[in-house]
């Protein structure tokens, strides 16, 4: 009995020795290196979605800082030409010096011209005012002893041109009419067809033809409210004359 007792106790413990080693979780190795690439498929689209989204925003970012720079830029060369033009009767009155300034600052504001294909652009429209022009005749508003304001008045749609020069508050009044034949991008050829002057709206000389006068616009600037523009006669053979003249004008 005793035997067969210790025999049955032996059999038992190894059965249970099997079993409990059976529960027992076998410990994995540690792995020694991490995998190459531990960042899901998605997240890396994700990651590189925002860092475009990112470089896209900061260029745009970069395109706006730079259009309000040029803007301000545009702003301040206006504001220093018309504070050198003011009370200079359209150029009459100025200085050499203040000569080579205006020339100077509407340099700069040609460099920036914001127009293409001024000579087609219905940007031109519009009443104008002179402000500044490097001529001396009757084109800077001169009649005899006074000055005069001058407009220009242009609609491309139509066709029509016209150049007045008023004084006294309009109660003396010239109307040079013209038209145009666009040359270039930027030319135009002006046709001076017939003036006609007026006192308290009484015509004195009533559309009195003009007939071979024509001029060379270089069109050099235009934007909302400024255009600039060098204008030269054209001879009989129909070339421009050495001399052109810079003219700078507001919009009304």
């Known amino acids: 009995m005793t035997r067969l007792a210790l025999s049955l106790v032996c059999c038992l413990l190894g059965y249970s020795l099997t079993i409990t080693t059976a529960f027992v979780p076998v410990r994995q190795p540690l792995h020694t290196h991490q995998p190459k690439d531990l960042q899901p498929k998605a997240y890396k689209s994700l990651a590189a979605n925002s860092n475009w ?3 896209v925003l900061s260029k745009n970012n970069g395109s706006k ?9 545009v702003a301040a060369l206006k504001q220093d030409l018309y504070a050198v033009a003011k009370n200079k009767d359209n150029g009459l009155k ?19 011209n914001p127009t293409k294909n001024i ?9 104008w005012r002179l402000v500044y022009t490097s001529t001396s005749g009757g084109s800077a ?19 029509d041109y016209v150049n007045f020069v ?7 009044e010239g109307a040079l009419v013209a ?45 909302e409210d400024l255009r600039i523009l060098t204008a030269a006669a054209l001879t009989n053979e129909g070339k421009p004359a050495k001399v052109s003249n810079i003219y700078v004008l507001r919009r009304v």
Do not use: C
């Open 53 to 55: 989204f990112t470089s």
């Open 65 to 73: 800082g730079k259009s309000a720079a040029d803007a301000a830029a």
């Open 94 to 112: 100025a200085t050499e010096s203040d000569k080579a300034k205006i020339l100077s600052l509407a340099s700069e504001l040609i460099k920036r």
């Open 119 to 127: 000579a087609t652009s219905d940007k031109v429209d519009g009443t």
């Open 141 to 159: 508003g001169k009649l005899g002893p006074f000055v005069g304001q001058v407009l220009q008045k242009i609609d491309t749609a139509g066709g």
């Open 166 to 172: 008023r004084l006294f508050g309009g109660l003396v």
């Open 179 to 223: 038209t145009w034949e666009v040359k270039g991008a930027n030319e135009w050829k002006v046709i001076f067809q017939d003036i006609t002057f007026r006192v308290f709206g009484i015509p004195l000389v009533d559309k009195k033809p003009l007939s071979g006068q024509a001029g060379q616009w270089k069109l050099t600037y235009v934007d």
